[in-house]
């Protein structure tokens, strides 16, 4: 299975651990550009911009890349799409951009499911300059969130990824009510939980597998707390 991620720093998070999770089975690679946003992506498409990163399941590789280049390197199987996080609770903002790039990669790439990433709010205490949009406040930006990308993925008919509510689920587990965050700066997820989560979520989305029988865990983690992590990610996308 290979899956083309464009993206942003978020797509980073929730890549990370996605080879590794699926034992092989998923090949993933992710373009980024940190705060990219859907009308940059646009604008790069236009422009063939060779200015994105690009991860192989997780990896970097020494090259930049354009989001042309990478669409025609591979028979791809899904490609995601998402808005940049201080955005994607404003609808104004996805279109006519999200339009545009749909019709691109399905001219591009037309045996390919385009799914939309739903990303997560920010943490309560995020001095991210984007959360003022939400009046600082998690849920509030959560629910403008699912609202947006609901509106727009209904009209596109796209399957959404639901890594904002698995997000918001683990945030009300006790281990992360005290020290241990599920984010490791106000917005970007841990380096260990919250990227694990990221990537069991899409594991279970793409597969179809339940994330309960995932044997992969990051090093130095607790495997109590990552089979609350497993099953929050198998009670959002497993059989579904």
């Not at 009046?135 to 990824?161: P, Q, S, W, Y």
Request: net charge negative.
């Amino acid at each position: 299975m290979n899956i083309l991620c464009i993206g942003n720093s978020f797509s980073q998070d929730a890549t990370r651990y996605l080879h590794q999770i699926s034992d092989g089975e998923i090949y993933v690679r992710n373009l980024y550009i940190g705060g990219c946003s859907l009308e940059t992506h646009w604008n790069n498409i236009v422009g063939a911009n060779r200015l994105y990163g690009s991860q192989d399941n997780g990896s970097d590789s020494e090259r930049d890349t354009s989001i042309n280049e990478a669409l025609s390197e591979m028979d791809w199987d899904y490609i995601t799409v998402q808005q940049v996080s201080h955005d994607s609770g404003i609808p104004d903002t996805y279109e006519p951009f999200l339009t545009n790039i749909l019709n691109f990669i399905r001219e591009k790439c037309p045996k390919a499911e385009i799914v939309f990433h739903r990303t997560w709010a920010y943490d309560d205490k995020s001095d991210h300059f984007g959360f003022v949009r939400y009046n600082r406040d998690r849920k509030t930006m959560f629910e403008a969130i699912v609202d947006a990308t609901n509106h727009f993925t209904g009209k596109h008919g796209l399957r959404t990824i639901p890594n904002g509510e698995a997000i918001e689920m683990a945030r009300a587990l006790p281990e992360f009510q005290g020290e241990l965050n599920i984010n490791r700066d106000g917005f970007h997820l841990s380096l260990d939980y919250g990227r694990y989560l990221a990537g069991l979520v899409m594991y279970g989305f793409f597969t179809g597998k339940d994330a309960t029988k995932v044997t992969y865990e990051p090093k130095d983690t607790s495997s109590e707390i990552n089979a609350k992590l497993k099953r929050i990610a198998s009670e959002l996308t497993f059989s579904k």
